[in-house]
């Protein structure tokens, strides 16, 4: 089954064609430098780049799966993300797809972004490696810039969530950390390398949110006001001498509430398979924690095998959509097929 996907929910612009499991082309026009200056992703400006660039993303993808110039006799179906995310940014990946779907006369498969970044450790190669498989029951992680939900799937395309963020997820804590101690969006990546400079030790041991109560819901907007205020009290000299340390106890306190939440729902469930996706699990200091804790626990851990698999990707979107066409669950009606912008992860 060969399918072509789309995925414009955020700042990314993404086209893929997979056949199966199998990547046969991904295409990723980032417009985070775009959005850098304004500090976050603005969406008017979100979706003028996506217009602007996503015949270009389609035509590229096309062109690099060598399907040949027949390219959508070969293609069985469209997919494309309904949501959740920026409704501006949805509507022109849902618009490209409805028109690819009419022009080709193909079936719409919606699918649902956090799906996709599940999917995400599921996907493979053009070679179709590597060729571990999910071992269900299991606990899907998705931690990234806009959620931090623990799930369970008892099957592909089955989802209980278990857990979710109730105001900040950790992805947008870490970003919100970075730019208090003065740098750009995203931060991730930034508090990674200066934690790492510091061998990741928590200097301040910051709060951790929600770690007492026994629900698995995260918070993460407490640990950033006491961040605030922190640096508030801090003397302009220390803030540059001990910037490090700051930002590697913050990291320390949002992974720690993550791995925490992460046992109480294996030891309460009994489950021990655990799936991760999300930007965020492209931090190689959280990849060890998880596999620290899967080692304690003797469980088994999925992280997506390629880094472009952490951040947003149309690929992960066509491997959840191959299991949902399986499923017969395609867009019955082009005319009402909108966007959901906070679309819940639904089976
Ligand atoms: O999954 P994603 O690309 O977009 C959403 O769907 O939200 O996740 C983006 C998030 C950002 O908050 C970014 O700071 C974080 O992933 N991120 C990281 C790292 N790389 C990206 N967080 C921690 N460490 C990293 N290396
Ligand atoms: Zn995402």
């Known amino acids: 089954m060969v399918i072509l996907s789309i995925d414009t929910s955020c700042d990314e612009t993404a086209c893929a064609i997979t056949e199966g499991r199998r990547v046969l082309s991904n295409v990723i026009y980032s417009q985070v430098l775009i959005h850098k200056k304004w500090g976050g992703v603005v969406p008017s400006l979100a979706k003028r780049a996506h217009e602007e660039r996503i015949d270009f993303v389609v035509e590229e993808a096309v062109r690099k799966s060598k399907l040949g110039s027949q390219a959508f006799k070969h293609i069985d179906y469209i997919a494309v993300t309904q949501g959740p995310g920026l409704a501006m940014a949805l ?38 490696n590597p060729k571990r498989e999910f071992s269900f029951p299991c606990l899907a992680l998705i931690i990234s810039g806009s959620h931090t939900d623990i799930v369970l799937m008892k099957d592909h395309i089955t989802y209980e969530i278990l857990g979710e963020k109730i ?7 870490l970003d919100k950390a ?3 101690l003065g740098f750009g969006y995203p931060g991730g990546a930034v508090i990674e390398r200066l934690a790492q400079e510091v061998k990741n030790i928590d200097t301040y041991h910051f709060p951790r949110p929600m770690l007492h109560s026994k629900n698995l819901q995260f918070s993460f907007s407490g640990l950033k006001t006491s961040l605030f205020y922190f640096l508030k009290k801090m003397p302009e000299k220390e803030k540059v001498d001990k910037i490090k340390l700051v930002a590697s106890s913050f990291q320390e306190a949002v992974f720690d509430t993550i791995i925490k939440k992460t046992e ?35 469980g088994s851990i999925l992280f997506p095998p390629y880094p472009y698999l952490t951040g947003d990707n149309a690929a992960m979107i066509g491997v959840a959509a191959h299991y949902k066409a399986e499923k017969r669950i395609f867009v019955e009606n082009f005319d009402t097929f909108d966007r959901l912008p906070r679309f819940p992860l639904t089976t």
Not at 97 to 124: C, F, M, R
Not at 167 to 173: C, H, K, L, R, T
């Open 264 to 298: 109480d729902a294996m030891k309460q469930t009994g489950i021990k398979n655990i799936i991760v996706g999300g930007g965020v699990i492209a931090n190689k200091y959280l990849r060890n924690k998880f596999r620290r804790l899967i080692k304690k626990h003797k």
């Open 167 to 173: 105001d900040d997820a950790a992805g947008e804590a």
């Open 91 to 128: 509507e022109v990946g849902m618009k490209k797809a409805t028109e690819l779907a009419l022009k080709y006369d193909k079936k719409i498969i919606p699918v649902n972004h956090l799906e996709g970044h599940i999917y995400s450790s599921h996907v493979q190669n053009s070679k179709g």
């Open 178 to 180: 970075a730019r208090m």
